[in-house]
């Protein structure tokens, strides 16, 4: 506490606050301490081209890329080796989803793997300087170098001529909204609460792993939908006038409802992230460029409530009215991370049901329609962490857990994406979560009798034991 208010007033005093600092500077700020817990984290990612890739253009394509955006050699590097056709995806995922990289180059690697009828992009970047919207769009701009031959400028920097984005210093609500008061309330809360959330489980697991201390045993899986499965999904819930983030939303947790009892948080914390960039600082450009802009929002709702699509709407519709009107926990968190360089997120992470979804995005042209899937590499731990992206018109899903098992979480994933493809209907829809129901109520079933069985089972050989003891 005392900390965030001696910042506090050096901040509101020298500085020109919160609407001070975020103008000085591209990004929103954070301390050296979360800083240094995302440069931990590196992002993986594995775009698959239905195309063969030429090895020596695709080196020449990065480096044009690498120097357009001011890249050094040890910061963003690339490799290139040939594979046979027989190589998939999910084989690729999961490898480099296990590797680490991170040695390799300081900031952003890239390995492209060319078959004889297509190419896989993978995609290893560090956390602590990219979001997972900008290593999707360090992965664009390298792919529309190699088919364009020319290299979009899409990382900002301070004082560029060509692209430096800055807070919007003209909107007077947004000033106001981050006046002193609200950011003093905002340092006595955070103090609380980050004094409540960690100093109960300081010396738990779960910090450990948050800190790098010890690698979790996080589990993934990916799956995609086809250009009909998504283009009839798309125009299903259009017509039932229900936004595809609540419904990717439910059906997620739904899928996180029929693994078994033991791997289920019931009431899970639940962690989503919006950017800033397209929002409150100008330029106005497209959602291309390259950063940092996230600031975490969450709850804490029950499986039950996630995997309802009232609840979902509602708070759908609560976090877009805080995003436009920088209100409730979009303004907390843009002052939480701006003054005391702290972000949004402060749980226990294997608690945390972490919910991404980046809507429409789009490749090249040329590169034919691809699937991309991302998530963080092994090294994070939560609960489920659910990544959802539209590229190309087909809807592409990556689920990761530290708390599920792989062949678990591999039938929720399936569920899922049944679930997303019966979505056409509202009938199908019904019948799907029926089965559900069904299979949740004879899982927890199943749970209750084998917790009777060992008992019973504990109490035959106690009494065995210490009757034999007896006699």
Known sequence: LFLNLWTWFIAYTYHGGAHGLAASTTLPLSNRIIRKLFSLVDVCNVTELPKPWDEAKAKQAFDAFRVRNGFAEDEARILVTAIPDTVNKPEVWHKYRMTDLASTATVHYVHVLTAPSKTFVVGYTNFRDFDGTSCFNLIKGFVATYYDGEAPLVRPTVGSPELDLRLDTENEELKKKL??????????????????????WLLSRELFDAFGCASPECCSVIESLSLEETAKMTAALRARKLKPFAHLMTTSAEAAKIVPKQYQVERP????????????????????????????????????????????????????????????????????????????????????????????????????????????????????????????????????????PQGELQKAVEHMKKMLIESAGGEALSTARVGLKAASFAAKLRHRTERSCAKIRRSSFAAATFGGAAL
């Open 269 to 404: 914390i639940l962690l989503t992230q919006v950017s800033c960039q397209s929002r409150y600082y100008m330029p106005k450009v497209e959602r291309n460029v390259c950063g940092n802009w996230l600031i975490g929002l969450g709850t804490r709702p029950t499986l039950d409530e996630l995997s309802s699509e009232s609840w979902a709407s509602k708070f759908y519709t609560g976090l877009i009215e805080h995003i436009e009107s920088f209100s409730g926990n979009a303004a907390w968190s843009f002052i939480n991370q701006t003054v005391y360089g702290m972000s949004g997120y402060r749980a226990n992470p294997r608690k945390i049901f972490w919910f991404n979804n980046y809507g429409l995005r789009s490749m090249h042209e040329g590169a034919g329609g691809v699937t991309y899937h991302w998530a963080p590499t092994y090294s994070v731990a939560t609960y489920f962490l659910v990544c959802c992206v539209c590229v190309d018109g087909r809807m592409c899903i990556t689920i990761s857990s530290s708390v599920v």
């Open 179 to 200: 006046g002193a008061l609200p950011a003093l309330r905002c340092a006595v809360g955070t103090s609380y609460t980050m004094a409540v959330q960690y100093g109960r």
